[in-house]
């Protein structure tokens, strides 16, 4: 996947904004099942809010890993909320 240019991730920060966070990544942290949510989630919505409240102090590493195991990019980290990013294939 390639990297976000600066223009690109200002505009999905802008976007993000908006959106509110769907998602809550729980005490077990980066289950298989909570994987597949976030994968099922990427299939109607390109830009998803991950809320990392109950994680706190490993906020900075679960969201790299979060990113990393959707293969998507991690826009944000602001507070306790990762904004991450994956680009719907193109329809055949």
């Given at each position: ?8 991730r200002?505009?999905l ?23 597949n ?43 306790h909320v ?9 329809n055949?």
């Amino acid at each position: 996947m390639t990297t976000l240019t600066n223009a690109e991730r200002r505009h999905l920060k802008s976007l993000a904004q908006r959106l509110d966070a769907t998602l809550s990544i729980g005490k077990l942290g980066l289950t298989d099942s909570f994987i597949n949510t976030v994968n099922t989630a990427f299939a109607s919505h390109e830009l998803l809010k991950v809320r990392l409240s109950n994680l706190k102090e490993q906020k900075k590493t679960l969201a790299a890993e979060l990113a990393q195991k959707t293969d998507s990019q991690l826009v944000w980290l602001i507070g306790h909320v990762a904004v991450i990013y994956r680009k719907k294939p193109p329809n055949k």
